[in-house]
């Protein structure tokens, strides 16, 4: 896909891949597959750990036996947290640079349309923000629910609305909000000097008659990209430090809790609790 799209537009230019079309539509599908795979596997890590492990934690009891160690409970959740968070930052940032780099060098077979400028906008901090988001949701519900499946659940469906709501609302990079993303087309002559596109098509005299070899593309860069991106960072960073104060405000109840009945650390009960409460 990529070298007949690539033959096509050094032949006839943009309308070259208009006219392959079928050509630039599987290149196109290709080049946004790892965009997608980065946003499920953002999804995945912050899922999995965040609510499940801490919620299973709790559930077992590995969680209150820590606390009865010389773990405390805000150490414990600092832990939970800051393992994964690192393993989010490194590898969406990581990701998120190689394609860039993917995007500054072949961009220029996309088609115009609502794909590049929802790629364009998608990849940045606000990439490595979202996630971390989510984790924070999860653990929050996993302090709330204590159980593992439930868990999952609710917090697949916080982190589900935090995706749509991105993908629909301003500042987020909503598909049909983000503004129209310029492109700029040009075609060498056998001098090798630099001429705009004079709209041939495929017509070989008309490229001849302009003394045309091959013709060049790229997608101008927008003045809307880093307001956004600061913008929608900002607030993703704030809800984040949000629903972690949350998170270590349930589990300080819970500790509390705990404290406060003998034989069941952090409040959950157990076969000691029942112990106690049927004395």
Same mark, same amino acid.
């Given at each position: 896909?990529?070298?007949?799209?690539?033959?096509?537009?050094?032949?006839?230019?943009?309308?070259?891949?208009?006219?392959?079309?079928? =050509?630039?539509? &599987?290149? =196109?599908?290709?080049?946004?597959? @790892?965009?997608?795979?980065?946003?499920?596997?953002?999804?995945?890590? $912050?899922?999995?750990?965040?609510?499940?492990?801490?919620?299973? &934690?709790? &559930?077992?009891?590995?969680?209150?036996?820590?606390?009865?160690?010389?773990?405390?409970?805000?150490?414990?959740?600092?832990?939970?947290?800051?393992?994964?968070? %690192?393993? !989010?930052?490194?590898?969406?940032?990581?990701?998120?640079?190689?394609?860039?780099?993917?995007?500054?060098?072949? =961009?220029?077979?996309?088609?115009?349309? !609502?794909?590049?400028?929802?790629?364009?906008?998608?990849?940045?901090?606000?990439?490595?923000? #979202?996630?971390?988001?989510?984790? %924070?949701?999860?653990?929050?519900?996993?302090? %709330?629910?204590?159980?593992?499946?439930?868990?999952?659940?609710?917090?697949?469906?916080?982190?589900?609305?935090?995706?749509?709501?991105?993908?629909?609302?301003?500042?987020?990079?909503?598909?049909?909000?983000?503004?129209?993303?310029?492109?700029?087309?040009?075609?060498?002559? =056998?001098?090798?000097?630099?001429?705009?596109?004079?709209?041939?098509?495929?017509?070989?005299?008309?490229? $001849?008659?302009?003394? !045309?070899?091959?013709?060049?593309? &790229?997608?101008?860069?927008?003045?809307?990209?880093?307001?956004?991106?600061?913008?929608?960072?900002?607030?993703?960073?704030?809800?984040? %430090?949000? #629903?972690?104060?949350?998170?270590?405000?349930?589990?300080?109840?819970?500790?509390?809790?705990?404290?406060?009945?003998?034989?069941?650390?952090?409040?959950? @009960?157990?076969?000691?609790?029942?112990?106690?409460?049927?004395?």
């Amino acid at each position: 896909g990529a070298d007949v799209a690539q033959r096509a537009l050094d032949t006839y230019g943009y309308s070259g891949l208009i006219m392959a079309r079928g =050509s630039a539509d &599987e290149y =196109s599908s290709w080049f946004y597959y @790892p965009d997608t795979l980065l946003t499920l596997g953002s999804f995945a890590i $912050a899922l999995f750990a965040g609510g499940p492990l801490i919620a299973r &934690e709790l &559930e077992s009891g590995t969680a209150q036996l820590a606390w009865t160690q010389s773990v405390s409970p805000a150490r414990w959740l600092a832990a939970k947290l800051a393992v994964p968070a %690192a393993f !989010i930052v490194l590898g969406t940032c990581l990701l998120s640079a190689v394609y860039r780099q993917l995007w500054s060098a072949h =961009s220029n077979l996309l088609i115009a349309g !609502i794909g590049p400028r929802s790629l364009y906008f998608s990849l940045g901090p606000a990439t490595v923000a #979202a996630p971390l988001l989510g984790l %924070a949701l999860g653990v929050l519900v996993g302090l %709330a629910v204590r159980r593992t499946l439930p868990a999952l659940a609710f917090g697949g469906f916080a982190y589900f609305l935090v995706y749509a709501f991105r993908g629909n609302h301003w500042p987020f990079q909503g598909r049909y909000q983000q503004p129209e993303l310029h492109s700029r087309s040009w075609a060498i002559t =056998s001098g090798g000097a630099k001429i705009q596109d004079p709209g041939c098509y495929d017509d070989k005299a008309c490229i $001849a008659q302009h003394d !045309i070899v091959r013709f060049s593309r &790229e997608y101008l860069p927008s003045s809307d990209y880093w307001p956004r991106q600061l913008l929608e960072t900002g607030v993703l960073l704030a809800l984040t %430090a949000l #629903a972690v104060a949350l998170a270590f405000g349930v589990l300080r109840r819970r500790a509390a809790g705990g404290a406060r009945r003998p034989g069941c650390p952090g409040g959950s @009960p157990g076969p000691c609790c029942g112990c106690t409460a049927r004395r």
